[in-house]
């Protein structure tokens, strides 16, 4: 018995994060690997794991943040239909309703719809780089 257990002694098995290690009656032994780490998941999906893409996209989000006016305007006449409505995700609490910004950025971009021709708003593409500028 104590041949045994001195020929044990020494023996170095050498794992990585991931590394399955099973032991039985016969001593112990690397047995396979599995994924290990971090997981997120989207509360919106079903229970699927978020890509690396999805990932930094929201860390870009959280650090930088957006604003997104959404501003029905037709397309045959030019004409604004309905006041302009703001969407901010990414910004902390200090820029909310409170502190007039939504008003402020709502102001800039009627603003530019009103000093632009029926024409610049019927071009999407201007229309929406004037704003953005704006």
Do not use: W
């Not at 044990?8 to 994924?35: P, T, Y």
């Not at 229970?47 to 959280?62: A, C, F, M, N």
Request: glycine content about 10%.
């Amino acid at each position: 018995m104590a041949g045994a257990m001195h020929s044990s002694v020494g023996k170095v098995i050498m794992i990585e994060s991931g590394d399955i290690l099973e032991f039985d009656e016969m001593g112990a032994r690397k047995a396979g690997k599995i994924n290990v780490g971090r997981v997120c998941i989207d509360s919106n999906s079903m229970g699927d794991v978020v890509e690396d893409l999805v990932i930094r996209d929201r860390r870009h989000l959280s650090e930088d943040g957006i604003v997104l006016p959404i501003i029905a305007i037709n397309k045959l006449t030019g004409k604004v239909e309905s006041s302009p409505e703001i969407v901010m995700r990414g910004f902390g609490a200090s820029m909310s309703e409170e502190d007039g910004f939504m008003d402020q950025a709502r102001r800039t971009v009627m603003n530019t719809l009103e000093s632009s021709s029926d024409e610049e708003k019927g071009d999407y593409g201007m229309i929406k780089e004037k704003i953005r500028q704006d």
